[in-house]
């Protein structure tokens, strides 16, 4: 969980506010509004995240920090990523297993009657 300090102010912000600010309302529908913790902890979350991925990837001792260090430092997301997506297929191959067996148990129904 994102912890926002009630002091938080826009100058404190890791990335600009304007900009996160700007991503979540072209997001919202219309008559939604978001808090301004929201925008502060999206951007608080995302700084935390940037940081960590930056201390991965200077861990080198190559005196060039490559392309290749920035993608091993983010695989731990790419991975949550991954994972969310094969997640959502295994979830719909059991709803259409879940389907077929309704409609399975439902002619052995039938065929008893």
Known sequence: ?????????V???PFTHAR???MIRDKAGEGQYVRSNVYY???LLLGEIAQEIIDNMMETDAAYV???HLDTA?????KVENIIKEKERVSRK??????????????????DH
């Open 1 to 9: 969980m994102v912890e926002v300090p009630n002091d938080t102010e």
């Open 11 to 13: 100058e404190d912000l």
């Open 20 to 22: 996160i600010k700007r």
């Open 41 to 43: 902890g999206l951007n």
């Open 66 to 68: 490559e392309k290749h």
């Open 74 to 78: 983010a695989r731990k997301y790419e």
């Open 94 to 111: 059991l709803e259409a297993l879940s389907a077929d067996i309704e409609k399975l148990s439902r002619e052995v129904n039938q065929a």
